[in-house]
């Protein structure tokens, strides 16, 4: 079993910066990669960006490209997702999720956080 946990959420005007982290505990040693995802209201849930544990590479939707960075710090097992630039349209619940399982070119991940509200003011 794998438990993350999500913080660093918020309100920010359009324009500004958030920093999200993920702390994961239990079998970390079993995480293929992580990822965060996103759900705005009304929406349905969409890919944000995945690092990959062993190796560091990273991968964006194309909505988020150049304006967010996702990274990690493995002796602390936690993913941070560093949002510059905000826009409206990026309110959402945000989710970190974890995957054991080897399927996440496939966007299937096996372990999900609480999520954490992102909003952004125009």
């Known amino acids: 079993q794998v438990q993350l946990v999500e913080s660093g959420g918020g309100l920010v005007q359009a324009g500004g910066s958030l920093r999200l982290s993920c702390a994961a505990s239990g079998r970390t040693f079993s995480l293929y990669a992580m990822g965060w995802f996103r759900q705005a209201p009304g929406k349905e849930r969409e890919f944000v960006a995945a690092i990959v544990w062993s190796g560091g590479s990273t991968y964006y939707a194309d909505s988020v490209k150049g304006r967010f960075t996702i990274s990690r710090d493995n002796a602390k097992n936690t993913v941070y997702l560093q949002m510059n630039s905000l826009k409206p349209e990026d309110t959402a619940v945000y989710y970190c999720?974890?995957?054991?399982?080897?399927?996440?070119?496939?966007?299937?991940?096996?372990?999900w956080g609480q999520g954490t509200q992102v909003t952004v003011s125009s």
């Open positions: 999720a974890a995957d054991s399982r080897g399927l996440w070119r496939l966007r299937q991940y096996d372990y």
